[in-house]
């Protein structure tokens, strides 16, 4: 589950599209080395002792320690399964009928209640947990949604609330999902928030492997 920055997929735990600016719609639907400066000294003979100093810099790569403890920690390589739900009970996505999804601690690219709750879970553990929005996809930005002409999603689409769609933005290397929110006879709503944005989020959790 990725953190709320106005950059969203749709399946619950990705990461995705940037929303620029808001355009016209169209329809469809290693660790990291740490930079170490060291000094490498020529010395000349002529006219007396000259010294140049060339500076050569090095990257160190910090090998990840395998987990021990059978304790998720920071740093860690953790295989989960879940299964997510809202308020209602209605299941919005899992992992369960696919392959366990891998969360390394820290890297944030899940959305951080996710995150804090896989710490301190054990191998093989079971856990259930809430996820408020804040720590979800934040918030409704109601800066995020649009009223356009109906016409300008073209004569051949019929918009219904819910409805995904594509927006083209000249900044985005790909579409940019949208849902349609509300639709009158002039207009149409256009929401780029987040579906699951304001929602408070339920999830079951299995850690798979620790790594």
């Known amino acids: 589950m990725h953190g709320h920055d ?3 997929t749709h399946d619950g735990c990705g990461c995705g599209h940037e929303h620029g600016k808001k355009e016209k ?6 660790s990291c080395g740490k930079g170490e400066c060291g000094c490498a000294h020529e010395h000349g003979h ?3 002792h000259e010294h140049s100093h060339e500076h050569v810099h090095t990257t160190s790569l910090k090998a990840r320690v395998p987990n021990t403890t059978g304790i998720v920690g920071e740093g860690d390589v953790v295989l989960v399964h879940y299964t997510g739900t809202l308020d209602d009970g209605s299941e919005f996505d ?8 891998e969360v390394v601690m820290g890297e944030h690219r899940v ?3 996710f995150e804090l709750g896989l710490k301190g879970m ?6 259930k947990i809430t996820i408020e929005a804040m720590d979800a996809y934040g918030d409704v930005n109601p800066e995020l949604q649009q009223d356009v002409p109906r016409e300008a999603l073209g004569d051949d689409l019929t918009p219904e609330v819910g409805m995904m769609l594509a927006m ?5 290397p790909t579409p940019i999902p949208v849902r349609v929110a509300a639709v009158t006879d002039e207009t149409v ?5 987040h579906p699951l944005a304001g929602k408070r989020l339920h999830f079951a959790l299995e850690v798979v492997d620790i790594k």
Do not use: V, Y
């Open 168 to 172: 083209q933005h000249p900044a985005a």
């Open 189 to 193: 709503t256009l929401d780029l928030n």
């Open 46 to 48: 002529e006219h007396g």
């Open 25 to 30: 719609a169209c329809c469809g639907d290693g």
């Open 6 to 8: 106005h950059s969203h």
């Open 111 to 113: 959305i951080k209640g």
């Open 122 to 127: 054990k191998k093989g553990e079971k856990k």
């Open 94 to 101: 899992s992992s369960i009928d696919r392959d366990p999804i």
